[in-house]
C-alpha cells in the first residue's frame, strides 16, 4: 500500500516535471550498448527556460552548445571509450545550472575478454527503425543514396555522413567505409551468431561476417581455402575479432598491434619459450627486437605464423617446423 502510494506521488511529480521540462534527451536510450566508438547526443530544449547547453564526458571533455532562438534540437556526435561512458548534460539559464541528465553508455570490445559482453543493465542499441527515423526525418534525409559499387567523389554528400561522420576518421581507413559504401556490409542481413538482430534494424550485418568479406577479397578465400590448417577465428569467418571494418590507428585497421591482439587470446605464448623448446632452449624474443626477414619491422608472432591459414602446422610461415629458422638465422 505504501510502496503504491509512493508511486502515485512519483508519477505525479514525474508528470508535472515533464510539463516544464528545459531540456530532454531524445537519444540515446539510457544504458546503451554500442559496439562503434561514437555515438549521437539529440538534446531538446526550451529556449525560454535555458540559455545554453554543456555536454560533459567521463574524459572531462566540455562542449559548449549556446541556444538558438530559431530551434529547439541540438545534436552533436560524442567519441566513446571502450567499458563504461557517462555523459552529462547540463542546461543553464543566466550561467547557473537548472537541469542536468545524464546517459551511461557502454563500448564493448571484440578482443578484450573483460569488455566483450555487456553489463546485465545494459541493452544493445539498434536506432534504425523506423520510428526512431521519423524523430530525424524533419531535418535529415534518412534514406540510403549509394550507388551500389561506386565510392562517393565528395563523402559529405552520403547520406550517412553528418551523422557518421567518425567512423573514418582513424589513420587507417578500410576502403569500401572510407567510400561510404556501408551498405555493402550493413545490407540488413543477420548470420547464424546474430539471429536476434533480425528486423531490429534496416542496417545489420551477417555475424559471422566473413562472407561478406570474401566476396569483394575473393583471391584470400581462394588461397586460405587451398591450405591444411586454418587459424579457427579466421576459419569461422570472424573476421571483426581481429580488423575494424571501418578505420583504426593500426595497419590493416587491426584493433590492436599484431603483438597485442595475438597475445590477447594466447597469453601462454609471450615469453616464447614454445618456440624453441624442440631444440632445448629456454625462450625465444617474439618482440622488443627487429625481425631480420621483414625490416624494418619489429619481431612479432606474424614473423613466424600466418593469422590466417597455412600448410605447415601451427600455421607457420614456412614448409616445415625446422624451416622456419633459416628465415631469419642463416647456417
Ligand atoms: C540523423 C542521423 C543519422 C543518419 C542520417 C544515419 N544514422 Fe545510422 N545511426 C544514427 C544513430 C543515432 C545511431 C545509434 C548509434 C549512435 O548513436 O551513433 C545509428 C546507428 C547505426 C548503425 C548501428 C545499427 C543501429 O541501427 O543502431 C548502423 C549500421 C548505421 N547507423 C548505419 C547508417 C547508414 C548506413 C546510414 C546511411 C544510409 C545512416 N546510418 C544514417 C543516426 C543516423
Ligand atoms: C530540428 C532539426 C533537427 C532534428 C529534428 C534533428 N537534427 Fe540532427 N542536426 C541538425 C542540424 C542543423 C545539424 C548540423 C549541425 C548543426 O548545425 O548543429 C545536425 C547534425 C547532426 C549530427 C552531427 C553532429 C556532430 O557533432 O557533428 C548528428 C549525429 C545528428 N544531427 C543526429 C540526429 C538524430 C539522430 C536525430 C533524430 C533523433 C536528429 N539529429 C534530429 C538538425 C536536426
Ligand atoms: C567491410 C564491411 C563494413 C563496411 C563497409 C561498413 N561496416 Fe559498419 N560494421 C561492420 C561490422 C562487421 C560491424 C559489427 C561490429 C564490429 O565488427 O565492430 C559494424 C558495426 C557498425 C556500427 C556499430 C553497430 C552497433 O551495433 O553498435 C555502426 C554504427 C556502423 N557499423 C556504421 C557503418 C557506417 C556508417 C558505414 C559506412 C561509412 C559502415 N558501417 C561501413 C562492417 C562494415
Ligand atoms: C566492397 C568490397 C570489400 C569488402 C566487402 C571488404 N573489403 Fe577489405 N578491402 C577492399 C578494398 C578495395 C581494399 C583496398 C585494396 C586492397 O589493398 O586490397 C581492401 C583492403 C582490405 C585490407 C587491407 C589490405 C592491404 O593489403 O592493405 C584488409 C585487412 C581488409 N580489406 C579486410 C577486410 C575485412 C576483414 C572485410 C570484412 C569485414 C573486408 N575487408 C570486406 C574491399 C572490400
Ligand atoms: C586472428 C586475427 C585475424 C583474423 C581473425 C583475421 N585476420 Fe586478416 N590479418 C590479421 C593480421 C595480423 C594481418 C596482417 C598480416 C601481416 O602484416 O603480415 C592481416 C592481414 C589481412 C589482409 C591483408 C594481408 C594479406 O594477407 O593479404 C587481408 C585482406 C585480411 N587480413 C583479411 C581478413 C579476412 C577476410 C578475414 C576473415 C576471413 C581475416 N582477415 C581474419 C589478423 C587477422
Ligand atoms: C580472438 C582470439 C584469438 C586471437 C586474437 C588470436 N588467436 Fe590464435 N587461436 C585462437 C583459437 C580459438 C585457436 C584454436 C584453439 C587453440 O588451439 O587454442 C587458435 C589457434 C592458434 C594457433 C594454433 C593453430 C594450430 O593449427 O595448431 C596458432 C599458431 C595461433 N592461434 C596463432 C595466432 C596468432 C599469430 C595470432 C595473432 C595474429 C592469433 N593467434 C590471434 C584464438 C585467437
Ligand atoms: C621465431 C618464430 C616464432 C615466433 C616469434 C612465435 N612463434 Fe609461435 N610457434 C613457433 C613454432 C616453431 C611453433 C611450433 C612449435 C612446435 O611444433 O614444436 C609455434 C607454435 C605456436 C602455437 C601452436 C602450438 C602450441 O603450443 O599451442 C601457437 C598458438 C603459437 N605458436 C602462438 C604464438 C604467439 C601468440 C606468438 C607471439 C607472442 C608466437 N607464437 C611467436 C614459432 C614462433
Ligand atoms: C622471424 C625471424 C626469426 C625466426 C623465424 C627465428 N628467429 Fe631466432 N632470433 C630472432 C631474433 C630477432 C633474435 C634476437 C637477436 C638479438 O637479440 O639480437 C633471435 C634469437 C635467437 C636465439 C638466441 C641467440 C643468441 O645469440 O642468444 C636463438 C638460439 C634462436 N634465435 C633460435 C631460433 C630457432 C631455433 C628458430 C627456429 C625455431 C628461430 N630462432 C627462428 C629472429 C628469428
Not at 535555458?50 to 552533436?76: G, H, L, M, Q, V
Not at 619491422?297 to 593469422?307: A, G
Request: aromatic fraction near 8%; hydrophobic fraction near 30%.
Amino acid at each position: 500500500m505504501k510502496l503504491y502510494l509512493f508511486f502515485l506521488i512519483f508519477s505525479f511529480s514525474w508528470l508535472f516535471a515533464q510539463t516544464q521540462t528545459s531540456l530532454n534527451i531524445v537519444t540515446p536510450q539510457p544504458f546503451y550498448g554500442s559496439e562503434e566508438n561514437s555515438a549521437s547526443f539529440v538534446i531538446e530544449a526550451k529556449k525560454t527556460l535555458i540559455d545554453s547547453i554543456e555536454i560533459i564526458t567521463d574524459t572531462n571533455e566540455t562542449i559548449k552548445i549556446p541556444i538558438d532562438a530559431n530551434r529547439s534540437f541540438y545534436c552533436k556526435s560524442i567519441k566513446l571509450h571502450v567499458g563504461e561512458n557517462r555523459v552529462k548534460v547540463v542546461g543553464y539559464k543566466n550561467a547557473v545550472a537548472v537541469k542536468e541528465e545524464a546517459r551511461e553508455l557502454y563500448l564493448t570490445s571484440k578482443v578484450d575478454k573483460e569488455h566483450r559482453y555487456l553489463p546485465k543493465e545494459y541493452v544493445k542499441g539498434y536506432f534504425h527503425n523506423d520510428e526512431n527515423e521519423k524523430l530525424c526525418v524533419q531535418c535529415h534525409d534518412m534514406s540510403v543514396n549509394e550507388v551500389k559499387g561506386e565510392a562517393f567523389v565528395d563523402v559529405k554528400k552520403s547520406n550517412c555522413y553528418e551523422c557518421h561522420k567518425n567512423i573514418n576518421t582513424k589513420k587507417h581507413a578500410h576502403a569500401p567505409s572510407v567510400n561510404w559504401l556501408c551498405t555493402t556490409c550493413h545490407n540488413g542481413e543477420v548470420g547464424a551468431l546474430n539471429k536476434a538482430d533480425s528486423a531490429k534494424t534496416k542496417y545489420s550485418v551477417p555475424d559471422p561476417i566473413g562472407d561478406v568479406c570474401f566476396s569483394c577479397h575473393k583471391k584470400h578465400k581462394e588461397e586460405w581455402g587451398k591450405n591444411r590448417f586454418n587459424h579457427e577465428p579466421a576459419e569461422s569467418g570472424r573476421c571483426n575479432k581481429c580488423h575494424n571494418s571501418h578505420s583504426e590507428d593500426n595497419e590493416m585497421y587491426l584493433r590492436k598491434s599484431s603483438w597485442d591482439l595475438c597475445t590477447t587470446c594466447h597469453k601462454d605464448k609471450i615469453e616464447g619459450a614454445h618456440v624453441v623448446k624442440t631444440f632445448g632452449r629456454a625462450a625465444h624474443p617474439t618482440h622488443g627486437v627487429k625481425d631480420p626477414s621483414r625490416m624494418p619491422k619489429e619481431l612479432s608472432c606474424i614473423s613466424c605464423h600466418s593469422p590466417h591459414a597455412s600448410n605447415t602446422s601451427s600455421l607457420l610461415h614456412s614448409q616445415s617446423v625446422m624451416g622456419i629458422c633459416s628465415r631469419c638465422h642463416k647456417k
